[in-house]
Each structure stands twice: as structure tokens, then as C-alpha cells.
């Protein structure tokens, strides 16, 4: 190694190591990507403060909603990769990787997994008015008419589309798409099966549970391998006959590519200490969340498995990447 290219390395070294010991030393902002009121919403004004009171410094929420939830990443994509600008997302952030392919970034390469903050269900239901009332009763009704019930999903790639797509495909049925348009949310994609104007969909369930108290949406079976607390009466989906069925919604935390691996580590540890909380727990139990436990390269190789996992279910559905 020449002297130039010595005192570079070392240069390079100890301004990651400054970095990392000194991090944070101004505000830090987390970008979530569909909308206040959403799960990435909640949970970061949630964590925001836990992470405020670990560093001394202001922890802000951005929602930058829009562009089927993909300019939030692209804004933080094109951030500094310093640790101060980071995205908390879904596993959408995973997925998008293996489908959407005209994206102003690279959901993998331009962004590091930093931690894994929490799991939970979806639940998949249906409108009042289709008079489904069990998961075997979509199945035969979607099987009696091939091709002709409409499945719901807040858009192309997300997780509540690949999810139905891979119940879809374990139960042997046939259905048509029916993605949320330019602007809606959530809320309108649920609105849309209430009224009929889809029959079925995949939904996070603390988003359905106004609609399913209220008798307007039939909760059918959750998506996970254990029932949830919020709905204890309401089976999984593989207890409910589509064996070994399990697709959880999970959310994340990820800073962009380049951040110095001092800052990857502290980010990763001082979240994990922020999720330990009590009160915090207290808080994931009443909204049906499991904390997720991984170190920062576990979850990094779990995001990349789970892109994997969502090229595998697009491949066999038949899906042409957009």
C-alpha cells in the first residue's frame, strides 16, 4: 500500500469511527412513506420519542406520502447517508424490489437494513354484502366463477397485493386485481370492499377493525401462523384450511447506502434499546404488534430473503414486473 493510499485508509477510518462516537449531534428525521395515520406513521411517532430521550436530540416524523408510496424512499435515497434522514417503512420496502422496476431508486442496493422494529397480521376479508362468511366459502365462490371475483390491494407490489396474490395461489383460486388508484389509501381500499365494489382483500387489521365491529366487513382468517389478540375468535388463515399459509406484515427501519457502519451499528442498538421499553411494549400489545428481534445483519439478510420470497410469488402468479 503506497503512503497516499496509508494515509487515506486511515483518514477514512477514523472519520467513521468520529462519526460513530459522536452520533447524533443534531436533529434526525424519519420518513415514512403512506400517510399519517398508516402503521410506518404510528409506529415512528411512537419510537421518535424513545429515540430522542436515548440520544438528547430531536427525533421528527416526515410523512411523504405519494407515488404509490415510493417518494418517501426516493427522498431518503437521495439523502446524505449520514444517519440523519432515515426511512421507516414495511415489508412493501422488500417487495417493491422484485416488481416495480422504473423506480427513481434500487430498493436494495441504494439502502442499508438498519433494524426491525415489529410484526403482525393481516386479515383477509370480505363485504357484507357478498354473504361470504368463511375462508372456505371464498374459496368455492371464487372456484365457481374463475376469474370473476375482484381482489383489493393498496397498490402494485405492496404488501397486502402479493400477499392475496400468494393466498391466491395456495388455495387455488383465480380472481381479478383491483389495485387502489393514484391518491387513495388504505381507507378507500377498505371502503371499496364494503361497498361492494371489490369482494375480497388482505388488510393490516387495526385499519379493518372499524368496519368489522361495525358488522360491514367479515374478518375471514388472519395471515399469520398464530391468532391475533385484537380478533383471538377469528382464525388463521391456515387453520381456516389453506395449510401452512403465514404472511406477516413487518416493519423496518433503513438509512441510505453509504451510512458509516459505526452509525449502522449505534442506529441498530439504540433502537433495539428503544423497542425494549415497557411502555413501549405495552403499547405494541395493545395495537397486536410483536417485536421483531434481529441484529442489524440478520435483518439485512432477512429484507433480501424476503425480496427473494416476493420474486417467487410474482414469478408463479404470472405477474409482469410494472
Same mark, same amino acid.
Given at each position: 500500500m503506497s503512503p497516499r493510499m496509508a494515509l487515506a485508509f486511515v483518514f477514512s477510518l477514523t472519520l467513521m469511527l468520529q462519526t460513530s462516537g459522536d452520533y447524533p449531534t443534531k436533529p434526525v428525521r424519519l420518513i415514512e412513506p403512506f400517510g399519517?395515520?398508516?402503521g410506518p406513521d404510528l409506529m415512528s411517532r411512537v419510537l421518535a420519542p424513545k429515540l430522542a430521550e436515548i440520544w438528547g436530540q430531536p427525533v421528527t416524523v416526515q410523512n411523504v406520502p405519494g407515488a404509490g408510496a415510493t417518494a418517501g424512499p426516493a427522498q431518503v435515497a437521495k439523502s446524505p447517508a449520514d444517519?440523519?434522514?432515515?426511512?421507516?417503512s414495511t415489508s412493501?420496502? #422488500?417487495y417493491s424490489a422484485a416488481l416495480l422496476k422504473n423506480l427513481p431508486y434500487d430498493p436494495l442496493k441504494d439502502f442499508i437494513p438498519v433494524a426491525p422494529l415489529t410484526t403482525q397480521p393481516y386479515v383477509v376479508v370480505t363485504g357484507k354484502l357478498t354473504g361470504i362468511t368463511t375462508v372456505g366459502e371464498l374459496v368455492a365462490a371464487a372456484k365457481a366463477k374463475p376469474g370473476q371475483l375482484k381482489f383489493g390491494s393498496t397498490g402494485m407490489g405492496t404488501g397486502s397485493h402479493l400477499g392475496i396474490e400468494k393466498f391466491n395461489l395456495a388455495a387455488g383460486i383465480k380472481a381479478v386485481h383491483v389495485p387502489a388508484r393514484q391518491g387513495e389509501g388504505i381507507a378507500d381500499t377498505i371502503a371499496n370492499v364494503v361497498a361492494g365494489r371489490t369482494d375480497y382483500m388482505l388488510a393490516?387489521?387495526?385499519f379493518a377493525l372499524v368496519e368489522i365491529r361495525a358488522g360491514r366487513l367479515r374478518p375471514l382468517g388472519v395471515s399469520t401462523m398464530k391468532r391475533s389478540s385484537l380478533m383471538p375468535e377469528v382464525p388463521t388463515i391456515a387453520?381456516?384450511?389453506v395449510a401452512g399459509f403465514d404472511y406477516p406484515i413487518w416493519y423496518g427501519v433503513w438509512t441510505p447506502a453509504g451510512t458509516p457502519a459505526g452509525v449502522v451499528d449505534k442506529l441498530?442498538?439504540?433502537i433495539a434499546r428503544a423497542l425494549a421499553a415497557p411502555d413501549l411494549r405495552e403499547w405494541l400489545a395493545k395495537h397486536g404488534a410483536?417485536?421483531?428481534n434481529m441484529t442489524q445483519p440478520e435483518f439485512a439478510h432477512f429484507v433480501l430473503s424476503e425480496s427473494e420470497? #416476493?420474486?417467487?410469488?410474482?414469478e408463479t402468479a404470472g405477474i409482469k414486473p410494472q
Amino acid at each position: 500500500m503506497s503512503p497516499r493510499m496509508a494515509l487515506a485508509f486511515v483518514f477514512s477510518l477514523t472519520l467513521m469511527l468520529q462519526t460513530s462516537g459522536d452520533y447524533p449531534t443534531k436533529p434526525v428525521r424519519l420518513i415514512e412513506p403512506f400517510g399519517a395515520g398508516g402503521g410506518p406513521d404510528l409506529m415512528s411517532r411512537v419510537l421518535a420519542p424513545k429515540l430522542a430521550e436515548i440520544w438528547g436530540q430531536p427525533v421528527t416524523v416526515q410523512n411523504v406520502p405519494g407515488a404509490g408510496a415510493t417518494a418517501g424512499p426516493a427522498q431518503v435515497a437521495k439523502s446524505p447517508a449520514d444517519g440523519y434522514t432515515l426511512l421507516v417503512s414495511t415489508s412493501a420496502q #422488500a417487495y417493491s424490489a422484485a416488481l416495480l422496476k422504473n423506480l427513481p431508486y434500487d430498493p436494495l442496493k441504494d439502502f442499508i437494513p438498519v433494524a426491525p422494529l415489529t410484526t403482525q397480521p393481516y386479515v383477509v376479508v370480505t363485504g357484507k354484502l357478498t354473504g361470504i362468511t368463511t375462508v372456505g366459502e371464498l374459496v368455492a365462490a371464487a372456484k365457481a366463477k374463475p376469474g370473476q371475483l375482484k381482489f383489493g390491494s393498496t397498490g402494485m407490489g405492496t404488501g397486502s397485493h402479493l400477499g392475496i396474490e400468494k393466498f391466491n395461489l395456495a388455495a387455488g383460486i383465480k380472481a381479478v386485481h383491483v389495485p387502489a388508484r393514484q391518491g387513495e389509501g388504505i381507507a378507500d381500499t377498505i371502503a371499496n370492499v364494503v361497498a361492494g365494489r371489490t369482494d375480497y382483500m388482505l388488510a393490516p387489521i387495526q385499519f379493518a377493525l372499524v368496519e368489522i365491529r361495525a358488522g360491514r366487513l367479515r374478518p375471514l382468517g388472519v395471515s399469520t401462523m398464530k391468532r391475533s389478540s385484537l380478533m383471538p375468535e377469528v382464525p388463521t388463515i391456515a387453520e381456516a384450511g389453506v395449510a401452512g399459509f403465514d404472511y406477516p406484515i413487518w416493519y423496518g427501519v433503513w438509512t441510505p447506502a453509504g451510512t458509516p457502519a459505526g452509525v449502522v451499528d449505534k442506529l441498530a442498538k439504540d433502537i433495539a434499546r428503544a423497542l425494549a421499553a415497557p411502555d413501549l411494549r405495552e403499547w405494541l400489545a395493545k395495537h397486536g404488534a410483536d417485536p421483531m428481534n434481529m441484529t442489524q445483519p440478520e435483518f439485512a439478510h432477512f429484507v433480501l430473503s424476503e425480496s427473494e420470497s #416476493a420474486a417467487r410469488i410474482i414469478e408463479t402468479a404470472g405477474i409482469k414486473p410494472q
